[in-house]
């Protein structure tokens, strides 16, 4: 499995980033391997919220549905998107510090079936599309925000 794993420092307080993060759509405004993503409910997120984020991965545009796996709100959230194909988990987990928050973003992503055998180079691949995302979440998490 193809693991990536990053902390950012945030002026936002934990309450602030949990529910911008928690709001998977918002995952189109920085992860650049986004190209749209859609809540498919509304009002709090909840362990029955989900989400279709298409993602432009090795060439190829495909349409994954997201669903909330785990919540403790303001502390973290998992989201899991599994096909015949691909199984692929988010983790944030949000630290309070002094001035805003720390937090943990962990991806992990793994083909199945035939196209396991392409898995070691997923692993080279993921890390450059994880460090373009970190560096969008930097420039939105790191300035002030009004929630």
């Known amino acids: 499995m193809a693991t990536y794993t990053t902390t950012v420092h945030s002026a936002w307080n934990a309450d602030e980033a949990f529910r911008y993060m928690s709001d998977f759509s918002n995952a189109q405004h920085w992860d650049p391997s986004v190209t749209s993503a859609h809540r498919l ?7 029955q919220s989900l989400f279709d984020l298409t993602v432009h991965f090795a060439g190829r545009e495909k349409l994954l549905r997201y669903g909330v796996t785990s919540l403790d709100p303001s502390r973290g959230v998992v989201f ?7 199984l692929s988990r988010d983790t944030l987990t949000f630290e309070p510090r002094t001035a805003g928050c720390e937090m943990t973003y962990r991806a992990e992503l793994r083909f199945r079936g035939v196209a396991s055998v ?4 997923l692993a ?24």
Do not use: K, Q
Not at 41 to 47: P, S
Not at 130 to 141: E, K, M, N, P, V
């Open 124 to 147: 080279l691949l993921f890390r450059r599309l994880g460090d373009r995302a970190r560096d969008s979440l930097r420039s939105i998490l790191g300035t002030s925000h009004e929630v």
């Open 41 to 47: 409910d509304e009002g709090a997120v909840t362990l």
């Open 118 to 121: 392409a898995n070691p180079l």
């Open 80 to 86: 899991t998107s599994s096909t015949n194909t691909l």
